[in-house]
Nanobody, 121 residues
Framework: QVQLVESGGGLVQPGGSLRLSCAAS????????MGWYRQAPGKERRLVAH???????NYADSVKGRFTISRDNAKNTVYLQMNSLKPEDTAVYYC???????????????WGQGTQVTVSS
């Protein structure tokens, strides 16, 4: 099995920065795309940013120019650098990875447990 473990959430003032990390571990596997989603109270989970295995990225319009997604393939880790944070960025942030286990024939999406990001003065 594979586990995704997130870290880096917390409380930050408006205009501040946070860096989220998500590391995949467990069985031998290969990772395709990786992404970050967020879910605010009473709202649906939505894509924030995505990065392919080749490094191509895309972002939700609401975070373009403020957030940067990156990955370290050697460490099976994806990052989300969040700058100029706003109160509306407050949400639980979830890591997602499209993974195939060694010897497997299908790709599956795995999720992290979520990390709370709160932007407030």
């Amino acid at each position: 099995q594979v586990q995704l473990v997130e870290s880096g959430g917390g409380l930050v003032q408006p205009g501040g920065s946070l860096r989220l990390s998500c590391a995949a571990s467990g069985s031998t596997f290969s990772i395709n795309g990786m992404g970050w989603y967020r879910q605010a109270p009473g709202k649906e989970r939505r894509l924030v940013a995505h990065i392919t295995s080749g490094g191509s990225t895309n972002y939700a319009d609401s975070v373009k120019g403020r957030f940067t997604i990156s990955r370290d393939n050697a460490k099976n880790t994806v990052y989300l650098q969040m700058n100029s944070l706003k109160p509306e960025d407050t949400a639980v942030y979830y890591c997602n990875a499209k993974i195939i286990l060694s010897g497997g024939s299908s790709w599956y999406h795995y999720w992290g447990q979520g990390t709370q990001v709160t932007v407030s003065s």
